[in-house]
């Protein structure tokens, strides 16, 4: 991909995103791309960072830190881990991320925040919600969902901000919508009960329009940005 062409592709996108956020209502600051680089080559992200964008998400630790070690020269560049996180991985998270949208166990939120250098602000946390009962699929059952931010809004060095979801892939409109949607109705009720969550993380390249419908705060973005992912 050239560098024109992931220019274009970003304008693009953040061309969709305001136009949806104009149609349904939204305030354009409130939403956030996310620019999903795993499997992308370095030279991509680089080519974005100089678009003016710092935001990147990767999921899978071992080709993140090597990223993150070769882009370290781009001292205001932003990591958000977006994967399963196993124990063994809370460290190198904990230290080289700002951002993690995939908490589901109250373990690893604990891990995270003891590991949590001092010196570094406290890591932005969204809580995983497996919102269509896939049994196959990481998060957190909705029921489930007050106890575990009950106990993450506790942990010091960890900043709850709202949930995330990876719905079951579905190209209709309306059924995206839905799933978005009782999403939002949990933060709702998260609220109700005291626990008021102030940001959504979801949305990706096929479903961001009925995400931002549906309140979306972080539209993480793959493959409409950066083309197909290479393996
Ligand atoms: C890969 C991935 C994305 C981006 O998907 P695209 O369809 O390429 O936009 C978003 N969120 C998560 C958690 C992912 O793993």
Redesign the pocket.
């Known amino acids: 991909m050239t560098t024109q062409n992931i220019k274009s592709r970003y304008q693009n996108t953040l061309r969709a995103i305001e136009e949806y956020s104009d149609l349904y209502h939204r305030n354009g600051k409130d939403i956030h791309l996310l620019a999903?680089s795993?499997k992308q080559p370095i030279k991509h992200i680089e080519q974005l960072y100089h678009c003016n964008h710092k935001d990147f998400?990767e999921?899978q630790l071992q080709e993140a830190l090597e990223k993150i070690e070769a882009l370290k020269h781009l001292s205001d560049i932003c990591w958000h881990f977006?994967?399963n996180i196993q124990s063994n991985k809370t460290n190198d998270i904990a230290q080289h991320f700002s951002w993690v949208?995939?908490l589901d166990r109250l373990k690893i939120a604990q891990r995270l925040s003891a590991q949590r250098p001092k010196e570094l602000p406290p890591l932005n946390a969204f809580i995983q919600v497996n919102i269509d009962g896939e049994t196959q699929k990481s998060g957190i059952a909705p029921e489930q969902a007050l106890e575990l931010a009950d106990a993450m809004i506790k942990l010091p060095k960890l900043r709850l901000c709202g949930l995330m979801v990876?719905p079951k892939s579905c190209s209709e409109f309306g059924q995206q919508r839905s799933a978005f949607a009782k999403v939002r109705q949990l933060q709702e009720q998260l609220a109700k009960q005291g626990i008021p969550l102030h940001q959504l993380s979801m949305g990706?390249?096929?479903d961001f329009e009925a995400a931002i419908a549906e309140g979306s705060h972080w539209v993480?973005?793959?493959?409409?940005l950066f083309g197909k992912r290479v393996t």
Not at 220 to 224: N, V, Y
């Open positions: 999903v795993k998400g999921n977006i994967g949208h995939s990876l990706m390249s096929n993480r973005i793959g493959t409409q």
